[in-house]
C-alpha cells in the first residue's frame, strides 16, 4: 500500500467530506494529530491475516424477537371496558382540526 502524504490538502478534504468547516488553527492543530493517527494504524499492515476470517459483527447476530403466538384476542367491550372515552364502539380522541 502506498504511503498517504498527510498534508494540509488532505486534511482539508477529509473535512470536507465530513461536511466540517476548519479555521486555520484547527488545520495547523489537526495535521500532526492526522498523521499521527495513520501512522498508528499504518503498523496493521505488517501483520500476517492471511489465515484469519474477517469479522464483520463484534458479537454474534441472534434474533432477540420472541416467536409470535396466537393467542386469545379482547372482544370490543373488553378493550374499551376501562375507558370513559367511547363512541360506536371506538375510542374517542381529542378533536384534531377545529
Known amino acids: 500500500?502506498?504511503?498517504?502524504?498527510?498534508?494540509?490538502?488532505?486534511?482539508?478534504?477529509?473535512?470536507?467530506?465530513?461536511?466540517?468547516?476548519?479555521s486555520e488553527a484547527e488545520v495547523k492543530k489537526f495535521v500532526p494529530e492526522l498523521k499521527a493517527v495513520?501512522?498508528?494504524?499504518?503498523?496493521?499492515?505488517?501483520?500476517?491475516?492471511?489465515?484469519?476470517?474477517?469479522?464483520?459483527?463484534?458479537i454474534p447476530l441472534q434474533n432477540v424477537f420472541r416467536e409470535d403466538k396466537i393467542g386469545k384476542c379482547l372482544s370490543n367491550e373488553e378493550a374499551l371496558s376501562n375507558t370513559k372515552s367511547k363512541k360506536d364502539g371506538y375510542f374517542k380522541g381529542p378533536r384534531v382540526v377545529e
Not at 2 to 16: F, I
Not at 38 to 58: H, T
Request: proline letters at 7%.
Open 38 to 58: 495513520l501512522e498508528a494504524f499504518s503498523k496493521l499492515d505488517s501483520l500476517d491475516v492471511s489465515r484469519e476470517e474477517p469479522s464483520f459483527q463484534p
Open 1 to 22: 500500500m502506498p504511503k498517504v502524504t498527510v498534508d494540509k490538502e488532505l486534511l482539508l478534504k477529509v473535512a470536507s467530506n465530513a461536511r466540517l468547516n476548519l
